[in-house]
């Protein structure tokens, strides 16, 4: 039983954390159709950034507490910062180029991303567990779990409700679900769409950064934090389908409760089962679970 709760427990938390990233990752193809692999570098931007600046408010003499709110804080600046130049310098001028290029081009990107922080903040590895401590632990059926693992499953739910909302709610969803289906369209009725690629594509960095930013306080911070996690967002998105929040939602808990049973049973095959379920998903559905239905051509 207890060996079960903690796979259990171990697949959410790994769950969740890719489910935030692979969002972000899932809502730019959808909205842009950019596969961007820089992605990844936002991601260890965010972890950095995080990891970072709490460590430095603890040598001020900040309370562990103030570690949540700069977890946040960096990751708007990510995605304010790196999210707006990259899509106002460069892939702006990308949009009508082959599919191939502007994949080589975020490509490029990711490596520029994963250069600049080691020029930025060295190749020694970062530790910011000051927000994990401050929460401590609690015992769950018979195992003790750190709480901080456990906001996780909370915030990657507060995410999936926010992004549900705003895109079916709101008047900004509405005018994202025009673009998806029509960009032709969206713009013959008069909808900016450079404008609603330039804060969909900072909403996505913002996204990516915030997983890395909230994952800082678990993990060691080094140079190539961001190489593994990409490889795993496309199995995500392409699992649950490019362009899908649900999908993405659907195939992280895939991704995590296959790796948490890899992980505990048979550690050998720990990557083997994720990419061997990717792989029987394309074979019986190529454009993934839960992919968006596209619009029609006459």
């Given amino acids: 039983m207890q060996t079960t709760l903690t796979i259990l427990l171990d697949g959410l938390s790994y769950a969740s954390y890719l489910f935030i990233v692979s969002v972000g990752l899932t809502i730019v193809f959808g909205v842009m159709k950019i596969l961007n692999?820089?992605?990844?570098?936002f991601y260890a931007w965010g972890?950095?950034?995080?990891?970072?600046?709490?460590?430095?408010?603890?040598?001020?003499?900040?309370?562990?507490?103030?570690?949540?709110v700069l977890i946040i804080l960096s990751s708007v600046f990510v995605g304010l910062v790196l999210g707006l130049v990259i899509e106002r310098v460069i892939l702006r001028k990308l949009y009508e180029h082959e599919e191939v290029i502007v994949i080589l081009a975020t490509f490029g990107l990711f490596?520029?991303?994963?250069?600049?922080?080691?020029?930025?903040?060295?190749?020694?590895?970062?530790?910011?567990?000051?927000?994990?401590?401050?929460?401590?632990?609690?015992?769950?059926?018979?195992?003790?779990?750190?709480?901080?693992?456990?906001?996780?499953?909370?915030?990657?739910?507060?995410?999936?409700?926010?992004?549900?909302?705003?895109?079916?709610?709101t008047r900004w969803g509405k005018i994202l679900t025009t673009v998806i289906y029509d960009r032709e369209i969206s713009l013959a009725i008069g909808i900016n769409v450079n404008a609603v690629f330039v804060w969909t594509f900072v909403?996505?960095?913002?996204?990516?950064?915030?997983?890395?930013?909230?994952?800082?306080?678990?993990?060691?911070?080094?140079?190539?934090?961001?190489?593994?996690?990409?490889?795993?967002?496309?199995?995500?998105?392409?699992?649950?389908?490019?362009?899908?929040?649900?999908?993405?939602?659907?195939?992280?808990?895939?991704?995590g409760i296959l790796r948490a049973v890899a992980v505990h049973k048979f550690p050998e095959f720990e990557l083997f089962v994720i990419f061997a379920v990717m792989a029987a998903v394309l074979m019986v559905r190529p454009e993934g679970l839960f992919a968006p239905a596209k619009a029609r051509k006459i």
């Avoid at 199995?235 to 899908?244: E, F, L």
């Fill in 37 to 41: 692999v820089a992605h990844g570098g």
């Fill in 47 to 68: 972890a950095y950034s995080a990891a970072y600046t709490i460590g430095l408010a603890a040598e001020l003499g900040f309370p562990d507490w103030f570690g949540f």
């Fill in 111 to 169: 490596l520029v991303l994963e250069d600049l922080i080691i020029l930025v903040f060295g190749v020694n590895p970062y530790f910011a567990f000051q927000p994990m401590v401050v929460l401590g632990s609690v015992e769950l059926g018979g195992i003790f779990r750190d709480v901080y693992s456990l906001t996780l499953l909370g915030l990657a739910a507060f995410v999936a409700l926010a992004c549900w909302y705003a895109l079916t709610q």
């Fill in 203 to 255: 909403a996505g960095a913002t996204l990516g950064a915030l997983g890395g930013a909230y994952i800082a306080p678990t993990v060691s911070v080094a140079p190539g934090i961001g190489i593994d996690v990409i490889v795993l967002s496309f199995a995500v998105v392409v699992i649950g389908g490019m362009g899908s929040i649900p999908g993405a939602l659907i195939g992280a808990l895939m991704v």
